[in-house]
């Protein structure tokens, strides 16, 4: 991973990006066992957002960082590991990242005036590590390794006006949980 750049996820203004630097943020992601994950998403809370993929030993890099604090997360499958908070400076140690199931949440996305499922619905998660789905033809999406905690999304649909909507997933590895978002 040693000088591999992190890609881009959404857009954000260039007056409000991150700088360029020269910090650099190390780590490892590892599962249950401390055997490394190979392929996972890493996520760093960079602006805009910025993502790698671990590699066979698990390790990452993001480089040209400032020094400030981030949160850096990462998924594969139905695991996550993270979030993690660090301030980076010249001396900050590797971030070792612990991967575990993580909750799935279905989502149910209907039409308010209908009540009928809408299909094609974008939902966006942004953190810990931003993820995008889209619903199928009954009105629902899934969403895999979701950190417990409170979450926000953001919903958006041809001819209709975006929503925002929150919801709270529980800390039980592996749990289904189930999500109604009217539009």
Do not use: C, K
């Not at 996305?109 to 009928?116: G, I, K, L, N, S």
Request: no cysteine.
């Amino acid at each position: 991973a040693a000088g591999t750049r992190g890609g881009v996820i959404g857009a954000a203004s260039a007056a409000a990006a991150d700088p360029t630097a020269t910090l650099r943020l190390e780590g490892q992601v590892i599962d249950t066992d401390e055997q490394p994950v190979a392929g996972a998403m890493v996520a760093l809370s960079t602006i805009p957002p910025r993502t790698v993929r671990s590699e066979a030993d698990g390790t990452f890099v993001f480089t040209g960082l400032p020094a400030r604090a981030f949160s850096v997360a990462a998924t594969l499958d139905d695991r996550l590991g993270g979030p993690s908070f660090v301030t980076l400076t010249a001396r900050t140690e590797p971030v070792i990242l612990r991967m575990r199931r993580g909750a799935t949440v279905e989502i149910l996305a209907f039409d308010v005036q209908t009540t009928r499922p809408l299909a094609n619905v974008s939902i966006e998660l942004r953190e810990p590590v931003p993820t995008q789905v889209a619903t199928g033809p009954r009105g629902v999406a899934r969403l895999r390794a979701v950190a417990p905690g409170r979450h926000r999304l953001l919903l958006t649909a041809a001819g209709y006006a975006p929503a925002v909507s929150w919801f709270q997933t529980s800390d039980q590895p592996g749990a289904v949980e189930s999500h109604v978002v009217g539009l």
